[in-house]
């Protein structure tokens, strides 16, 4: 147990049921994995995703957030089974690092107090060129760091919520130092996943390959982390075996199936539901706080939005006396 956890009661786990998200075979394994990918400059994220479906020779893939063709880095890649959990990914914080270009020469102290007054809530309307709605939206800007400055070219690293473009942010500080333009840009992070763990598409390839003619999957297991890496940054709440099933057919989470959760759960935001082997089984908004679940012997304490985990996987135990 730890500091931050809290434990309802003492359930052990059936080892006939499920399995720790490492210990799943290669092709559930591959069902129900992300991968990492780096990027390439070039391709739309589209394209890229259709990539890696030819390459694992599986049905289904999808993106936990779009990059521009030119724009490369972190862009995580939902297998099967995976692309359920792909809403969180979209809802996730992201970092990226860039160039902006400006269109004169400019001191450094009014460039840096310029782009501290963007730190914080701002409003930005998206390019005409964007997957939404072009109305004025207000996003929040964690940091904004100028790491290098030469001549007209910015190094910079910001931190931000879901759904900024950062291409609009430098045209917008731009409009207060007299023009500026993204020149590069690259995601560092994003819902979880970060570069130094990122892996190029001939990685993927080189993995699959090695597999299929020496039939060795240690390579491809490091390529591809289990679907629960997409669950990170977000409470957790573990459950009974007994109630997994009841879940997995689309009940709440009542009271007395939890075992344990995070201390910190609020009322009304996303928590992720795990089994006691690490097995994500579904994703809600919880009905209560942390203290309300201690002091509640009944009642429901999860609105499930999404089930991960397939019916059948622990036994049926809903419905019997």
Known sequence: MSDSEIVLSKDKTSPDFGKPPGERNISEYINFGVVNLDKPSGPTSHQVVAWVKKILNIEKAGHGGTLDPRVTGVLPIALNNSTKAL???LSHSKEYVGVMRTHKDINEKVL???CSGFIGEI?????VRSAVKRQMRKRKIYYLNLLEIQGRDVLFKVGCESGTYIRTLCNDIGKKI???HLQELRRTKGGG???KDSVTLQDLKDAWVYWKENNDESELRKIIMPMEKMLEGIHKIKIRDSAADALCHGANLAVPGI???DKEVKKGETVAILTLKDEGVAYGNSLMTSKEITEK???YAVDVQRVLME???YPKCWGKH
């Open 193 to 195: 996943f970060d570069e």
């Open 297 to 299: 012997k009944n009642g």
């Open 178 to 180: 007299g023009g500026a």
């Open 123 to 127: 409003r930005q309307m998206p390019p």
């Open 87 to 89: 809403k969180l990914l």
């Open 259 to 261: 075992v344990s959760m």
């Open 311 to 313: 019916p059948g996987t």
């Open 112 to 114: 840096r107090k310029t």
